[in-house]
């Protein structure tokens, strides 16, 4: 899926219109399912690496997970294998 159709897809799921849209490599923040198209990593592992503990890349808004994009591209740079 190109990047474009996955910003149609978010826009209608949470009922955005085309002035509203941000493109996902400007995000400061990417919800779960923006960060599985983003980094292309299954849901599973992304909340799994969530809970590692002393993380700098999740944020927490009650039961949300935010992922800080920078900060966990600089992780993934940084790592083989996750």
Do not use: C
Not at 1 to 30: C, G, I, R
Request: proline letters at 1%; aromatic letters at 10%; zero cysteines.
């Amino acid at each position: 899926m190109k990047q474009t159709e996955v910003v149609l897809v978010l826009q209608e799921k949470h009922n955005m219109d085309s002035a509203t849209k941000v493109p996902l490599s400007e995000k400061f923040n990417l919800t779960v399912s923006e960060a599985i198209i983003y980094f292309n990593i299954g849901r599973d592992k992304l909340y799994e690496l969530a809970k590692e503990n002393g993380n700098d890349y999740t944020l927490h808004n009650g039961k949300t997970i935010l992922f800080k994009r920078k900060q966990l591209e600089k992780y993934l740079e940084k790592r083989s294998y996750i």
